[in-house]
């Protein structure tokens, strides 16, 4: 979970052979499972599992408990990864929970950089994440309290372009926390949408492209498992240097399962789920049939965010490289814009920049100040469910992450005389 290291060695240069941009595309594809998905797997499975065997009360409790909402998102955020926080967003998608525990969710997170800072600087996990946490309970209550301007924002947001979204849904008013979907409600409860194969050309084929399908999700579950043990072997190594290996060795596993599982991801959201009865992923569910249904949903849900995720690495790797420009060096700057630069780097969607970021971190060449800022700001892989389906509360959301991540750096700067290079690093 480090700068993905086909970058290395790369000449400073804005042309690209084809070679360098297929040595990009090839490691972006396997370090994003295996960095992101693989941990964002088994956190959507542990909460969709808890809602089969409980009936979906959480849920139902939540929907009853207005109060608890931010700090339910925020629980969900602080978990390390990004799983806890996606889950929040489609419930804010349905009207089941408010604006503000968006918010919250997305302050909370620390994404995928969680795990390099935990292994390489356990004493600063536990400040920072600490901080995003009380700041993100303290934000989401006071916007779902008073607003905050939210809504003006959303206004203005709305008057640069039209909000996109994955099936035509647009958000009335973010500040009102209400359903971005008028008949989700409806919607969510119905099990068999998934199955629409569009026209009915394939209805010959259904037969066959549904067994496949399943065939494609239990290898998918496989390499989930294998690809975790393989991200998790990554951190206890210091997240070394993985080059491209297929021999039976951890490099071997890496970059197998890295490739296998972001194929079999693609696959099932772009195919499989028209076959399989879980075509709208990013929505959660209240409740599952079967044990089998829960960990398809999972998998479904997973493989929405590798796709997201997956082009956020490759954005992120080629603009580096085709501009000349580190985005992290520019985030250190000398002095008090060294918390700015981390709340800023934070807009950046998805755990690559942070990563980096945290790396960076880890090494001594950013204060402290700004490792929290950009704790509180970042939202990781949370928000490309949100994107999808949503992209005007995404952009609202994003930017209102950003404004506790600004004040806590800068005070941390001037206030905390711990705040400093390399606080808590082993």
Request: aromatic content about 12%; charged content about 10%.
């Amino acid at each position: 979970m480090a700068p993905l290291q086909a970058l290395s060695g790369l000449p400073e240069t804005l042309n690209l052979t084809l070679q360098e941009a297929l040595d990009i595309l090839i490691f972006s594809v396997r370090d994003g499972f295996v960095q992101v998905s693989a941990f964002v797997a088994i956190t959507v499975l542990v909460f969709s599992y808890i809602q089969y065997r409980t009936g979906g009360r959480i849920v139902t409790y939540l929907e009853n408990n207005e109060q608890m909402q931010p700090l339910a998102g925020a629980l969900l955020g602080l978990t390390p990864g990004c799983g806890g926080a996606i889950i929040a967003m489609p419930l804010y998608i349905r009207g089941t929970v408010s604006f503000g525990t968006v918010v919250a969710a997305l302050a909370a997170t620390a994404g995928d950089s969680a795990f390099v800072i935990l292994a390489l600087a356990p004493e600063a996990a536990l400040y920072a994440y600490s901080m995003a946490f009380i700041s993100a309970i303290l934000f989401g209550y006071a916007i779902d309290m008073w607003g905050l301007g939210v809504g003006r924002v959303d206004k203005a947001v709305n008057k640069l372009s039209r909000p996109m979204t994955d099936g035509g849904f647009t958000t009335t008013n973010v500040a009102d926390g209400g359903p971005s979907i008028p008949d989700y409600q409806h919607d969510a409860h119905d099990h068999t949408r998934g199955n629409d194969n569009t026209d009915g050309r394939f209805d010959a084929l259904t037969p066959v492209m549904s067994r496949f399908s399943h065939l494609v999700h239990v290898l998918w579950w496989a390499v989930a498992i294998l690809g975790l043990v393989a991200g998790v072997m990554y951190l206890a190594r210091g997240a070394p240097e993985v080059p491209l290996e297929f021999r039976p060795t951890f490099f071997g596993l890496f970059t197998v399962t890295g490739l296998v599982g972001t194929t079999a991801s693609f696959y099932l959201h772009f195919v499989g789920r028209r076959f399989i009865g879980e075509g709208e992923a990013g929505r959660i569910r209240d409740d599952f049939a079967s044990a089998y249904e829960t960990f398809q949903h999972a998998a479904m849900e997973t493989s929405m965010v590798t796709v997201w995720v997956i082009g956020a690495y490759l954005i992120y790797e080629y603009g580096i490289v085709i501009l000349n420009v580190e985005i992290a060096a520019v985030a250190a700057a000398a002095g008090v814009f060294a918390p700015v630069g981390g709340a800023l780097l934070g807009l950046i969607p998805g755990c690559a920049p942070q990563i980096v970021f945290a790396g960076i971190y880890a090494e001594g060449g950013i204060p402290f100040s700004a490792l929290t800022a950009n704790a509180i700001s970042q939202d990781g892989d949370a928000l490309f469910p949100l994107m999808a389906i949503d992209m005007k509360a995404a952009i609202v959301a994003t930017i209102y992450t950003t404004i506790p991540a600004l004040i806590v750096g800068v005070l941390l700067f001037y206030l905390w005389p711990y705040a400093s290079f390399g606080f808590g690093v082993l």
